[in-house]
């Protein structure tokens, strides 16, 4: 049973994770260095200033990391713009109908700027009670630091919450905030088997998250009718 429910944004709202993966490589090789998958591996669940810095430190070029930054986090709502970015098949019913059972926030790994952008783009940010981005907490995924600052936004202890992931380190930092973690593999980017040992609950489509979301609310809902 839970009370709420906490989203990640890349992989389980919108398919953007290979949008990460081209923007950092092309940053790297117009300064002349391959990025490849273990880079990208490395920085998956990173915040914006974590994954800026390790990014200008493999350029090796001078850039700051701010402007390193800003030169991805500007290529991301360049895409979205472009209609890159779009919700995944199910997410929006996702949204939609956990919201109406209980409160959702999101803790992503995103920059503010493209959470918000790609929130009211689709047009459910008002679905949203809290959004809180890591790069607003002392560290990123896989510590727990994102998920439990969505949950004080929330009003609603952590181990009353409902956490949906699809990565790694995402899955990780769900469940070291002692959530209970549903898990929707990415399935360009697939989880290693031990965070995916951490989920309660794993599906490979959102409408099965959905069915799972909804019954556990709903059977918190029956039991605080069962104490009134």
Not at 43 to 72: H, I, K, Y
Request: overall charge negative.
């Amino acid at each position: 049973m839970a009370d709420a429910v906490v989203f990640d944004m890349d992989g389980v709202l919108v398919e953007s994770e290979h949008l990460w993966e081209r923007l950092w490589t092309a940053f790297a090789a117009e300064r002349g260095k391959q990025w490849g998958p273990e880079q990208t591996k490395s920085c998956q669940g990173m915040s914006a200033p974590e994954w800026a810095a390790f990014l200008t430190d493999f350029a090796g070029a001078g850039d700051s990391a701010a402007d390193t930054e800003r030169t991805v986090v500007d290529g991301m709502i360049k895409a979205l713009e472009d209609g890159e970015i779009e919700l995944l098949p199910g997410a929006r019913e996702m949204v939609v109908d956990a919201a109406a059972l209980g409160p959702i926030a999101l803790a992503s790994s995103a920059p503010r700027r493209v959470i918000d952008a790609v929130l009211t783009h689709h047009e459910v940010d008002h679905h949203f009670k809290a959004t809180v981005s890591s790069a607003e907490v002392p560290r990123g995924k896989p510590s727990p630091d994102v998920y439990l600052a969505a949950a004080d936004k929330l009003g609603v202890p952590a181990p009353d919450c409902l956490a949906v992931e699809d990565s790694s380190n995402g899955l990780r930092a769900a469940a070291a905030a002692g959530m209970t973690v549903v898990a929707i593999p990415n399935p360009s980017y697939p989880p290693a088997p031990d965070a995916l040992e951490r989920a309660a609950y794993r599906a490979s489509d959102h409408d099965a998250v959905r069915r799972y979301l909804l019954s556990q609310l709903k059977a918190s809902q029956h039991k605080e009718g069962d104490r009134a």
